[in-house]
């Protein structure tokens, strides 16, 4: 059994009989009273939202999932196919499954796919990835207001914004837990 206290981002639940992982957290203390831990939260199976309240007396039951490295094949239409390294056997994950992990898919990766009830529900992404750059604006001097950065759009179609010495062509590596910009890569 899991308190309210280690709730956090990432978190898989057991809520209804349906595994939930929180995807965005927020504590508050109230002056009187107790702590409450507000979480927006994503049914795993069918990408429904929710978002509850909870009491720091509150408990959860972790959701038991189980986990096996695939390599991700391609993708067809709203479909991202799979494939065990171990006994070759394929599947299908569809976008909303998925979410935003689209974003970082690229042939040949592998992952760490999530199993309910024997049935994939979603996918671990490696914490890093390296992508190229299709598309950068050109980043003209005196553009300033604050923050040094530009818009680029790397070969899965994800926009994000790095800073104005990287161009088109160069390759960058992405944190996929946060889908923001790390380094620039030599290859």
């Known amino acids: 059994m ?12 057991l809520i209804d009989g349906n595994p939930y992982i929180v995807t965005e957290f ?10 409450l831990y507000r ?21 959860f039951e972790k959701a038991e999932l189980d986990e096996r490295k695939m390599q991700f094949l391609y993708s067809q239409g709203d479909e991202f196919h799979f494939m065990d390294t171990d006994n070759y056997e394929q599947l ?26 024997s049935n994939p529900i979603d996918i671990t992404l490696p914490t890093f990835v390296n992508l190229e750059v299709i598309r950068a604006d050109p980043w003209a001097k005196g553009d300033t207001s604050g923050n ?3 818009p680029v759009t790397v070969q ?10 990287v ?21």
């Not at 979480?39 to 408990?59: A, E, F, P």
């Not at 976008?95 to 990766?109: A, C, P, S, V």
């Open 39 to 59: 979480c927006k939260m994503r049914n795993m199976i069918s990408g429904n939202q929710l978002v509850k309240t909870y009491r720091s007396n509150d408990k």
């Open 156 to 165: 899965t179609g994800y926009e994000l914004q790095v800073p104005p010495f």
């Open 2 to 13: 899991l308190s309210a206290a280690d709730l956090r981002k990432g978190l898989k639940l």
């Open 92 to 117: 299908a994950l569809t976008r909303e499954q998925l979410g935003d992990n689209t974003h970082f898919l690229i042939d040949n990766m592998e992952v760490v796919v999530l199993f309910f009830d």
């Open 167 to 187: 161009e088109e062509g160069d390759k960058i590596q992405i944190d996929t837990r946060t889908g923001e910009y790390v380094t620039r890569v030599k290859e």
């Open 148 to 150: 040094d950065t530009k």
């Open 26 to 35: 927020e504590f508050s203390k109230p002056g009187k009273g107790q702590a």
